[in-house]
């Protein structure tokens, strides 16, 4: 697929990148490769082959879901201001 200067300046405008006229001459022939490459990738049949979540066969490695802290919540709520039910109070702050 071929790119226009034009083209390619507009998408460098849409990607908010000030280009010169070399510069996008440049990208176009990058351009031109990266979309040549699409095209073989397209060209493969892989209607035979199952869609992968991942590229390689891992498996997340879990640990046990055990507590390590015990619980401080009454020693924390020790120096607030106001507290009830084990909930802090605070302010109204909209109306």
């Not at 990058?30 to 082959?49: C, N, P, R, Y």
């Not at 919540?73 to 084990?86: I, K």
Request: glycine residues 4%.
């Amino acid at each position: 697929m071929q790119l226009s200067i034009e083209e390619v300046k507009r998408i460098a405008r849409l990607a908010r990148l000030a280009v010169t006229d070399a510069e996008a001459d440049a990208m176009r022939a990058q351009l031109a490769s990266i979309f040549g490459l699409i095209e073989k990738m397209q060209a493969v049949d892989t209607s035979s082959i199952e869609p992968m979540a991942h590229a390689q066969e891992v498996a997340q490695r879990l640990r046990a879901d055990q507590v390590t802290e015990s619980d401080r919540h009454e020693l924390l709520q020790r120096g607030a201001p106001a507290v009830e039910a084990g909930l802090y109070l605070v302010p109204k702050v909209i109306e």
